[in-house]
């Protein structure tokens, strides 16, 4: 990044600086919802209600890897922010690039272990012997591709914090234009199935991966990836940094695990209750909870430059006062999705499957009550990119673990035997609620 444009950060007016970030940041994010509903939309209506059911079945551990994405990406964002703030640019370069090559071997090791008997990952993850098939399908085809996904999910953040926020949006927009031709042609004309859906999927991520690996080999102005030593100073070097950047990004990693436990108990609680028909319902909401996820994180990543640079300056009113922008506009914005969900759920699952079908009138029934967390889903994401871009670890690895698994788990299990499938479907928004009181009391206790 240029001096004059890293010193924005530091000098434009808040409102204005927030609407400079968060305007590109939320259309690609919501760029990348629309290819997710998309190719729920492609599954569901040329392959059927068991082919959702299937990708829901594999994407509960595929959000662990999304997780470690996002967890190297804000902990290299926000330490590289830091170090910019103070002139240190060799070792913000040296810092990103650790994080680009710890995330590759990670993502290595993870496929080759989900790789190694496809079967055997789909019986552990809960397939029934009907989805069995259609789960193999889809492991063997996308799983591949997580590697240049993660390269785009952490280098999006560095592309940021260059100041190339419109990249960045592009970064996500061209590959889910991509996806939603690429699922067309495969899944229709071609007849692939399942094979044709997850290889649309897996081609237009790593295409978004390519396009930050190029920018930031060859275009970026400050934020290029250099070339590192290989010997034992280094890697200790390299461990160290890693190591830093991920407990920064743990609420992160966390809170994408928040949504592979969302859907791998669910998933299991579903096919206990209402059996196949229950997970492809299910699946239709998790089809839409990217749409929560990313206005969550598109406020927090568009306000953690601002108030990790700000930080580093000891600038405090800066940093309040676009944390205070940060929590409107998600309370807002919340509201806004909440009343859609709840107003049209019968066109919203009609998009994916046929209403006459029973897992049509499961999710029907179901995605106004899932919905009711959307509100506390949002702040919640944006209050613990706060402590994130502030190195708060401990509060936002706290914040992140009770949305996640203390009270998400319990609710899972307990509110079903109260409630019946209403209680499942609440168990979302149980969880979160509890977690905005819990981050509420925190703050009054601060102040």
Known sequence: MKQQETSELGIVGIPALFRKYFIPTLFGMLSLCVVTAADGIFVGQGIGSDAVAAVNIVWAPMMFMYGLGLMLGIGCSVVASIQLSQGLVEKARRNVTYSLLAGTTIVVIYIAGMLASPSATGYMLGSSERLLPEVIDYLVFFTPGLVLNLWGMVGLFIVRLDGSPRLAMWCNVIPGLLNIVLDYVFIFPLGWGMKGAAAATGISVSTGGLMVLVYLTRYARTLRLISVPFNMDSLRAAVRSVVYQMRIGVSAFLGESTMAMLMFVGNQVFMRYLGDDGVAAFGIACYYCPFFFMIGNAIAQSAQP???????????????????????????SGLLVMGMFIAIPDKMVGLFISTDSRAAEYAIAGLPWFASCVVFFVFNLTAIGYFQSVERVGPSTWFALMRGFIFLVPAFLILPGILGVTGIWISVAVSEILTTAAIAVYYLHMK
Request: charged share 20%; no cysteine.
């Open 306 to 332: 601002i108030i990790s640079y700000n930080f580093g300056l000891g600038r405090t009113d800066r940093v309040v006062q676009t944390e205070h922008i940060a929590l409107r506009t998600a309370v807002i």
